[in-house]
Structure formats: C-alpha cells, structure tokens
C-alpha cells in the first residue's frame, strides 16, 4: 500500500511547488510584456488621490525613463491610456524619471479605480 501511494502521490503538486510555478509563470508574462512593447516600466506599489490634482501612482522605474507629458498605458484588468501630468521624486518635482528610481506619477483623467497596486504603467 505504501508503494501505491508513493507513485500517486508523486504525481501531486505541494502547495510551495504551485506558487513557485504560479509565481514564475507571472514573472515570465510581465517580462514578455514589457520586453515586447515598452520602452519604459514603472511598477506600481500605491496609489492615492489629491484632491483637485489627481490620482497619484507611486511606484519604482524598473526599465527606461520616464517624462512629465508622455503618453502611457495602464496595464491592469482592461488597459488604459492615459498622458503623464507630473512627476515628483522625494517631495520634489522633477521633468524625467529614470531606472531604479522609486517616484510618483500624476496621471490625468485617470480614476482610483481604475489602477492598482502590482499594476504596470508602460510607454
């Protein structure tokens, strides 16, 4: 009996070894993604809203750079595209963003609900 349950039991996937699979599927698709069409990745980790300015994505430049008027497209459930109003890096506002620059991105017309945290924002 023991035997019969070694072989069956080989054949299931631990629960580590799902999210490990699961985890590295999602890596390959975000790399596939931005290796393919971005010039530019920002990853977002927060998003808030300032009242009369706008919705704020803070988040880290992973690949490219970034400046205050491109044009960007919110990769989250449907993607959304939408211009850069203004960027801010440590309470200071700043024209370009570049690679390993952890920032915050003030997107027009853009709603809290509409991005979110582990979203990507791509140009």
Same mark, same amino acid.
């Given at each position: 009996?023991?035997?019969l349950r070694k #072989? /069956?039991?080989?054949?299931?996937? &631990? ?11 999602? =890596?390959? +698709? $975000?790399? +596939?993604?931005?290796? *393919? &069409?971005?010039? *530019?990745? /920002? @990853? ?9 300015? %706008? &919705?704020? *994505?803070?988040? &880290?430049?992973? $690949? %490219?750079? /970034?400046?205050? %008027? ?12 939408? @211009? ?5 890096? /440590?309470?200071?506002?700043? !024209?370009?963003?570049?690679? +390993?620059q952890n920032a915050?991105?003030?997107? =027009? !017309? ?5 991005? +979110? =945290?582990?979203? #990507?924002?791509? =140009?």
């Amino acid at each position: 009996m023991g035997l019969l349950r070694k #072989l /069956f039991a080989h054949n299931k996937e &631990t629960d580590d070894q799902k999210e490990l699979r699961l985890y590295n599927e999602q =890596k390959a +698709n $975000e790399q +596939n993604i931005s290796d *393919a &069409t971005a010039k *530019a990745v /920002f @990853v977002v980790d927060d998003v808030f809203t300032i009242t009369g300015r %706008g &919705t704020v *994505a803070v988040g &880290t430049v992973t $690949e %490219g750079t /970034f400046s205050v %008027g491109d044009k960007v497209t919110i990769d989250s459930v449907q993607r959304t595209e939408t @211009v850069i109003a203004a960027l801010e890096l /440590f309470r200071r506002q700043c !024209d370009t963003i570049s690679e +390993n620059q952890n920032a915050g991105i003030l997107l =027009k !017309d853009i709603s809290r609900e509409q991005i +979110n =945290k582990g979203d #990507l924002i791509l =140009k």
